[in-house]
């Protein structure tokens, strides 16, 4: 479990940890769909800058952004070798069956391993800069307008941040049952696939069963404190818009244009 | 102690029947009278309704018979939020009545379902946690707190609401003894400092003795009330209810079967120590 970077958070003190999580969200989102505009070296050079000039301003050591990539190595490399071997166009250096190895399959491969990297650092540098928290909170900003169409912005927000609250209450509870269960000689990760599968039972149940409990307890308490649902609630926690992040989104509308110009 | 003849918690003729119980009644006809200020202690052994009448009491649980007054106010589905904003709850279990992400989000949860404007959520929030002495972990995830310390937010979240009814729900009984005594010592000051009415329903023994009245459940019925000093000289007869009695009792049983002379009423620690020690002194 401890391997996954990928919604991680490092606290910090950069100016991308100040920042508000919904200029970061945004901005996060944005910038991964302009990459697909770069179709240029150019391009890519500048995105590939950019990128790495948001990790040096992080303060985040490269060694997590590099562990990011390679729980996903294999879905990159699969891929590159797929655009490699069957675009086909421009001058063939090489042919075998059906594989062709020719230029615009070499350059397709390398932009699209260009892409795969640029979109994980970036997410990866959203989720290590921002706490979990802001995340929700950012969310629940975002998706205010939606409650013209009486989407519940509000419990969905709540219900997030609970969620969050209680993953790592649970992790800890996964642990103790999984050492109670190998306690009494539940073997985990021995045998084959229907005996590995056999033995989560063990776990899964008593973990939903108690779920149920929290749950039950939590709605009890919560409602002791006086919780009616959304509506007449007052917020402890504000987000506040600074110049920074006006800046932030300026910086990717300037970035727009100069991949408009070089593709 | 302060008596003002206030009745702040007044219930009458209650009776509640779990589903699927088939007829078993979790509260028999139970009449309560609590005054404003009081430390009352309700004791049971387990199934005798104590945590039944402490969720009727805010609304938790439908009223199926009997009335119940809080602070002159009937309960009702009308009043029940004003009641609730009266009665301040800590439950059982320190981590499944922790709704907030951080500390001071989870002090701060109570104040912001009544609306409570920001600024003074900030000072009500930083003044709670302050005062349970958290201070120096407002920032901090439930998961990197110890049970004591949930509590004790748990505690500081109820504060910050001011209510002037305190019910602990066996708040104590997952803690260390030595978290038990924390959270329990800053009940104690908060009822010095506030002069709130404190409800504790518990199985610990110190923290009924600590009690102005104790309450004595079972079947669902009130069976016996009085002092701690009263109560407690039942001795073998809390046995039979299935609770626990405090070590002073526990000496003097030990001892009377050795044949040593024992007075009759209830002694504390300290009164113990004085009797012993001049049991064989010929002054």
New interface residues.
């Given amino acids: 479990m401890n391997k996954l970077i990928l919604g991680r958070f490092m606290p910090g003190d950069s100016i991308l940890h100040r920042m508000d999580p919904r200029a970061k969200l945004v901005a996060s989102f944005y910038y991964i769909g302009i990459i697909f505009l770069a179709r240029s070296w150019p391009a890519y050079a500048v995105l590939f800058v950019f990128t790495m000039s948001l990790v040096l301003i992080s303060k985040i050591k490269l060694d997590f952004f590099i562990k990011g990539v390679r729980p996903l190595l294999w879905l990159i490399l699969f891929t590159v070798l797929l655009q490699i071997f069957f675009t086909r166009g421009g001058h063939i250096y090489w042919q075998w069956g059906f594989l062709t190895l020719t230029r615009y399959g070499l350059l397709n491969g390398a932009y699209i391993f260009m892409r795969f990297v640029l979109i994980i650092f970036m997410s990866t540098l959203l989720t290590l800069t921002t706490p979990p928290?802001s995340l929700?909170d950012a969310i629940e900003s975002l998706l205010k307008p939606l409650k013209a169409i009486r989407f519940p912005v509000y419990e969905v927000a709540l219900m997030l941040?609970?969620a969050?609250?209680f993953v790592?209450?649970l992790m800890?509870e996964t642990t103790k049952i999984m050492n109670a269960q190998r306690a009494r000689g539940v073997d985990f990760g021995e045998g084959g696939l229907f005996k590995q599968m056999k033995a989560i039972v063990p776990i899964l149940i008593p973990l939903f069963v108690s779920s149920f409990?929290?749950a039950d307890?939590?709605a009890?308490?919560?409602?002791?404190?006086?919780?009616?649902g959304g509506e007449?609630?007052?917020?402890?926690?504000?987000l506040k818009w600074q110049t920074m992040d006006s800046l932030a989104m300026v910086a990717m509308a300037i970035l727009t244009v100069i991949l408009i110009v070089l593709r | 102690m302060l008596m003002n003849s206030k009745k702040i918690i007044q219930v009458e003729h209650l009776k509640y029947e779990y589903p699927q119980s088939n007829q078993h009644l979790a509260l028999n006809d139970l009449s309560v009278e609590i005054n404003a200020g009081e430390w009352v202690a309700i004791i049971g052994h387990n199934g005798s309704g104590k945590s039944t009448f402490a969720?009727s009491l805010?609304g938790?649980l439908d009223l199926q018979n009997g009335s119940i007054v809080i602070d002159g106010l009937p309960l009702a589905m009308e009043t029940v939020?004003e009641i609730?904003?009266k009665?301040?709850?800590v439950?059982q279990?320190p981590?499944?009545?922790?709704?907030?992400?951080?500390v001071?989000?989870d002090v701060?949860?109570?104040?912001?379902?009544?609306?409570?404007?920001?600024a003074i959520?900030?000072t009500r929030?930083t003044d709670a946690i302050e005062r349970v002495g958290m201070t120096d972990y407002t920032k901090r995830?439930?998961?990197r707190l110890s049970g004591g310390q949930k509590q004790r937010v748990a505690l500081a979240?109820?504060i910050a609401?001011q209510p002037e009814i305190l019910i602990l729900d066996e708040a104590t009984s997952m803690l260390d003894p030595e978290g038990r005594r924390e959270v329990l010592e800053t009940i104690h000051q908060l009822k010095q400092e506030t002069n709130m009415t404190v409800l504790s329903i518990t199985h610990d023994i110190d923290e009924a003795a600590s009690a102005d009245r104790i309450i004595i459940l079972d079947d669902g019925q009130v069976v016996d009330q009085g002092t701690p000093a009263e109560i407690f000289a039942y001795g073998q007869r809390l046995m039979a209810l299935g609770l626990d009695v405090p070590y002073p009792e526990k000496l003097k049983a030990a001892l009377t079967t050795l044949a040593v002379p024992m007075p009759s009423e209830y002694l504390t620690t300290e009164r113990m120590v004085d009797y012993l020690w001049t049991l064989h002194s010929k002054m």
């Fill in positions: 928290l929700a941040s609970i969050l609250r790592p209450t800890d409990n929290r307890d939590l009890t308490a919560m409602e002791a404190r006086g919780y009616q007449g609630r007052s917020k402890y926690r504000i | 969720k805010n938790l939020w609730r904003k009665i301040g709850m439950f279990n981590d499944n009545q922790f709704v907030g992400a951080t001071e989000d701060a949860f109570g104040l912001e379902n009544q609306g409570i404007e920001r959520m900030q929030v995830e439930p998961s979240g109820i609401q």
